[in-house]
């Protein structure tokens, strides 16, 4: 039981870190699918900090902090974990972006436009992008990419698994090495939004105003950012065509 120091204390507390809470969670927006809301998030994050602000004996200070962000951002995967939220139809177009960044890649000897991408998908402009911004979320890395697709849903894929960590992989030297040398050669615009999102630990309204362009812009530029680095570090992308029905593939028996 609290005393009415303590909940007074405690009201404080939650005052003083509730920005923390939001800060939190705007970061964590670029990596979920736009399906996602902030305000959920932010909901699921204050009860993280209420259960930090109820185990912590403490209660305050720089060591609380670091505790605090466990259970905050603990908490707002654990609200996300009950809902699968990205559509596979969004994975599978984001297949089809990666197969044609490595087609354009190969044919021009250099990154391919937004505009030369869309037209390789046979997509307006306006179209892709909007492609890009139903994306967000588009992550590096999945476990199907490190032994096949078991039916895990989005949450499993990538971030909450207790037992395979998709980040793990880019512990290994030659994975470091690719991914340093793919950041390099991103087109300039897209390698300042990812030093800005993730050296200098902004989020996506800040970067929004960093760039002079809106946030929803800036979850495009990530999604495509990521997308590149997918088919540098993934390495080949070969396109699978589907057979046209009533056909037989090519070489198949009579």
Request: aromatic share 6%; with cysteine; glycine share 8%.
């Amino acid at each position: 039981m609290y005393t009415a120091q303590g909940a007074l204390e405690r009201e404080q507390l939650v005052r003083q870190y509730a920005p923390l809470v939001k800060r939190i969670a705007y970061h964590l927006m670029a990596r979920l699918p736009a399906s996602v809301q902030a305000e959920d998030l932010i909901q699921n994050g204050m009860l993280g900090l209420l259960d930090a602000l109820t185990r912590f004996e403490d209660g305050q200070g720089a060591q609380f902090e670091t505790y605090a962000v466990q259970r905050i951002r603990g908490a707002m995967l654990d609200g996300l974990r009950e809902n699968d939220w990205l559509p596979r139809g969004v994975r599978r177009e984001m297949r089809r972006v990666e197969v044609a960044i490595q087609k354009l890649e190969h044919h021009h000897g250099r990154p391919p436009s937004e505009g030369e991408l869309a037209e390789a998908l046979g997509l307006a402009l306006d179209d892709y992008q909007k492609l890009l911004q139903e994306a967000r979320g588009h992550q590096l890395l999945y476990l199907e990419d490190m032994g096949g697709d078991r039916g895990e849903g989005y949450l499993e894929r990538n971030v909450a698994s207790d037992t395979v960590d998709p980040l793990r992989a880019l512990e290994d030297a030659d994975m470091r090495a690719a991914l340093v040398s793919a950041i390099a050669a991103l087109p300039e615009r897209e390698k300042l939004m990812m030093a800005l999102y993730y050296e200098q630990d902004l989020n996506l309204r800040e970067i929004g105003e960093v760039m002079g362009v809106t946030e929803s812009r800036v979850c495009q530029i990530h999604t495509q950012a990521v997308a590149r680095l997918r088919v540098a570090v993934m390495g080949e992308y070969p396109p699978q065509p589907k057979a046209k029905r009533g056909s037989k593939p090519k070489g198949a028996p009579a």
